[in-house]
C-alpha cells in the first residue's frame, strides 16, 4: 500500500523529470513535425504530404494523462467505472469540438483551437452532467454521484492535462511570450538566464511574429510548471477529503494565471486590451466558490488510493483511453496549416 504523500511524490518526480527534458528540446524545429504522409502525386514526380505534428501526440497524452487521473480520482470514492466513463464522454463530446468554435468566435480563425475556450465551456457542461446523471442514477436507486467531489477530480485533470498540454504549444510555437527585453525591468535579470529561442520557420512565432531566433518569455513553460504544481498540491487536498479546498484551489490558480499571464504573451489573442479569455479565467474563479455554496459537499467520504489505482487496470478503461487518443490525435495533429513535398528514391549500393 502507498501513502498518499509518496504517490504525489512519484508522481511529481515523474513529471518533472519529462517537462524538463521538453523544455530543452521542443523549441528546435527538429520537434514539429512527426510524420508527413504522401497523399497526391505532382506531375514532377513529387507527393504531396499531409503532415503529423508533435503538437496533436503531445495533447492526446496529456488529455489522456489527465483523464486517467480522473478515473483513479473517482475510483478511490469507489463511483462505478460506467457512471464515470459516461460522465467523460459526456463532457468530451461538447468540449472537444468547442476548442474550435470558441476560437473560431473569439479569434476569427477556423483552423485553430483553444483549450481556455473548451474549458470554460465546460466548467458549466460538468455541473449539469452531473446533475442529469444523478436524476437518471436516482430513477433505478443507484448512488449519487457526489458533485463537489467529482467536480474536485475534473479541476485536478484539467490542471494537468492543461499543465502537460503547454508541451504541445512549444513545440508548435504557438501561446509564446513577448521578447525578454520588453518585460518588466525587475523580471529581466530572471529571463536573461531563463527564456526560450524558437527555431524554424513553420513554428507559428517564426510566420505570425517573426520572433523565431530571439529571446522570448518561456510562457508556455511557467505555465506547465504552475498548473502540474497545482495539480499534485490539489492531489493531497483531495487524497486527504479536502475536496472544496482542492476544487476552489485548482480553479482559481489554473484561471487566475490564465488570466495574468496573457500580460507577457505577444500571440494574438482576440481584439481588445483584456482579451474574452482573460474575462472567462476571471469569471471561472468566483463561478466555482459559488457552485461550492449551492452544492452539497460530502464531508465524511474518504478517498481510497488503492481503490483508485485498481479501477485503471480495466479492459474497457484502456480501449476507452487508447480511442479517445487516437480521436484527439487526428483532431489536433494533422496539420491545417502546413504542407509538404516528399520525394522517394532508391539506395543502389543496398540492393
Request: hydrophobic content about 55%; charged content about 15%.
Given at each position: ?226 498548473y502540474i504544481g497545482i495539480g499534485l498540491a490539489a492531489t493531497l487536498l483531495f487524497l486527504h477529503a479536502r475536496f472544496v479546498a482542492a476544487f476552489v484551489a485548482s480553479m482559481s490558480v489554473t484561471q487566475g494565471w490564465r488570466a495574468l499571464s496573457e500580460l507577457l504573451r505577444a500571440d494574438f489573442r482576440g481584439e481588445g486590451k483584456i482579451s474574452k479569455y482573460q474575462l472567462m479565467g476571471i469569471v471561472a474563479i468566483p463561478f466555482a466558490v459559488i457552485l461550492t455554496m449551492l ?57
Amino acid at each position: 500500500m502507498i501513502s498518499n504523500e509518496a504517490f504525489v511524490l512519484s508522481l511529481g518526480a515523474l513529471l518533472a523529470s519529462f517537462v524538463f527534458w521538453a523544455f530543452k528540446k521542443l523549441p528546435d524545429e527538429r520537434w514539429q513535425f512527426l510524420a508527413s504522409v504522401p497523399v497526391m502525386k505532382d506531375a514532377d514526380g513529387r507527393w504531396r504530404g499531409l503532415n503529423f505534428t508533435y503538437y496533436g501526440l503531445l495533447t492526446a497524452n496529456a488529455l489522456v494523462f489527465g483523464l486517467a487521473l480522473l478515473i483513479m480520482l473517482l475510483g478511490s470514492l469507489r463511483i462505478p467505472i460506467a457512471v464515470t466513463l459516461t460522465v467523460i464522454l459526456a463532457v468530451l463530446a461538447v468540449c472537444l469540438p468547442a476548442a474550435r468554435w470558441v476560437a473560431t468566435l473569439v479569434e476569427g480563425k477556423s483552423c485553430t483551437f483553444t483549450v481556455a475556450g473548451a474549458f470554460f465551456v465546460g466548467i458549466f457542461v460538468t455541473p449539469a452532467v452531473l446533475q442529469l446523471l444523478n436524476y437518471f442514477l436516482s430513477l433505478t436507486e443507484s448512488a449519487p454521484v457526489p458533485i463537489v467531489p467529482a467536480l474536485a477530480a475534473v479541476m485536478i485533470a484539467y490542471a494537468f492535462g492543461e499543465g502537460l498540454g503547454r508541451l504541445a504549444c512549444i513545440s508548435f510555437g504557438c501561446c509564446y511570450g513577448v521578447t525578454v527585453p520588453e518585460v518588466p525591468r525587475f523580471l529581466r535579470h530572471a529571463f536573461d538566464r531563463w527564456h526560450f529561442v524558437f527555431s524554424g520557420d513553420m513554428k507559428k512565432i517564426s510566420y505570425s511574429s517573426g520572433l523565431a531566433g530571439k529571446q522570448v518569455i518561456p510562457i508556455q513553460a511557467i505555465t506547465c510548471l504552475i498548473y502540474i504544481g497545482i495539480g499534485l498540491a490539489a492531489t493531497l487536498l483531495f487524497l486527504h477529503a479536502r475536496f472544496v479546498a482542492a476544487f476552489v484551489a485548482s480553479m482559481s490558480v489554473t484561471q487566475g494565471w490564465r488570466a495574468l499571464s496573457e500580460l507577457l504573451r505577444a500571440d494574438f489573442r482576440g481584439e481588445g486590451k483584456i482579451s474574452k479569455y482573460q474575462l472567462m479565467g476571471i469569471v471561472a474563479i468566483p463561478f466555482a466558490v459559488i457552485l461550492t455554496m449551492l452544492l452539497p459537499t460530502e464531508g465524511t467520504m474518504v478517498p481510497q488510493l488503492d481503490a483508485g489505482i485498481d479501477s485503471i487496470w480495466r479492459l474497457e478503461v484502456f480501449l476507452l483511453l487508447q480511442a479517445i487518443w487516437v480521436t484527439v490525435f487526428m483532431m489536433f495533429g494533422k496539420s491545417m496549416v502546413t504542407g509538404a513535398q516528399i520525394s522517394f528514391h532508391l539506395h543502389h549500393d543496398r540492393i
